[in-house]
């Protein structure tokens, strides 16, 4: 395949003039070397939910119903004609998928090295055929690993434990939040879960801008998929993650900060529990790691001094 020429992403992007606070933008220009991945047949590709028919009891008795349940299908990350990783995922934003799994799996820096994707249906699943710069290329072959795991598993089957922890990317200085900001994003986030206010079974992941409000969210069935799409979708539009902040509907596992690291957002925001081993890693990157968020109020793991208290 030909060598895509390298494409500077634009630094410190914003939602636009005239944003309010808390409009999702959903239709900021995309860069040029992301306008490819549309399905070789699209009809091929399942819908992200099904309806389904389920029998009820509540009371004293039972009835029929239909029900929307999340669509889980293998998804096939091959580069090069080889195959890497096998995930299952939620069958929707697959160009933001490839591309945010690549970045945060360290196979490429930037959407230019993809020199071709093809969303490529098949009746097993679905695969993300993609081709890279030489150069890329090159080094994947270097450190190339089959993972064939679980809904969203970030760690099965790689080959070691120094492989399974790598080191994390340090972010910059970041933002500064106030705790209503924290507060106001936790419901713009649930509102705009399509997916799971249908089913009631998606994970969430999004990328809120102070004083524009939520600028991206992605949903998938495994949480490591929703921040994968989440920063691909970002990138692709050349949007800066030091500008922001991360929002996940999840727990914090150390996967969830080492994408929020490659993002380089300085903070995450959490509904549920981190563990042990995300503080660690959260305090070693310099992340702000916030989590047990709801709406009374949330818990600061690591580098509190980016929560600035209302005066």
């Known amino acids: 395949m030909p060598d895509q020429p390298p494409t500077t992403l634009r630094r410190g992007g914003r939602g636009g003039p005239g944003a309010a606070e808390g409009i999702v933008i959903a239709d900021a220009p995309r860069a040029e070397q ?22 009820a009891h509540r009371g004293a008795g039972a009835e029929p119903r239909r029900r929307s349940v999340p669509e889980e299908t293998p998804v096939a990350f091959t580069y090069n004609g080889t195959s890497y990783a096998v995930m299952m995922a939620t069958p929707a ?12 799996e360290g196979v490429i820096d930037r959407p230019a090295d993809i020199a071709s994707l093809d969303i490529v249906p098949h009746d097993a699943g679905i695969e993300l055929r993609m081709w890279l710069a030489s150069a890329h290329a090159s080094a994947l ?25 790598p080191p994390i990317r340090p972010v910059g200085d970041g933002i500064m939040l106030a705790p209503d900001q924290i507060a106001a994003a936790l419901p713009l986030l649930v509102s705009a ?6 089913t009631r079974a998606m994970h969430a992941a999004g990328f809120f801008l102070p004083g524009h409000g939520l600028l991206s969210a992605r949903e998938d069935v495994g949480r490591h998929n929703a921040l994968d799409k989440l ?17 996940v509907t999840s ?59 209302q005066g």
């Open 34 to 55: 992301c306008r490819h991945g549309q399905p070789t047949d699209a009809d091929d590709v399942p819908a992200p939910t099904s309806h389904v028919a389920c029998l």
């Open 93 to 104: 934003d697959l160009n933001d998928f490839a591309v945010g799994f690549s970045l945060t």
């Open 141 to 165: 072959s270097e450190r190339r690993h089959r993972l064939a795991g679980p809904t969203g598993c970030g760690l099965c089957g790689v080959e070691s434990l120094a492989t399974a922890v």
């Open 193 to 198: 879960q399509e997916l799971n206010g249908a």
């Open 231 to 247: 920063v691909g979708d970002l990138v692709c539009r050349e949007i800066e993650g030091a500008t922001g902040f991360v929002v």
């Open 251 to 309: 727990r914090v596992s150390v996967e969830m900060v080492q994408k929020t690291a490659v993002l380089g957002a300085s903070v995450i925001v959490a509904i549920s529990a981190p563990t042990a081993l995300a503080i660690r890693s959260a305090e070693r990157a310099g992340i702000t790691l916030v989590a047990v968020a709801r709406d009374d109020g949330f818990e600061v793991f690591t580098h509190p001094h980016r929560i600035v208290a």
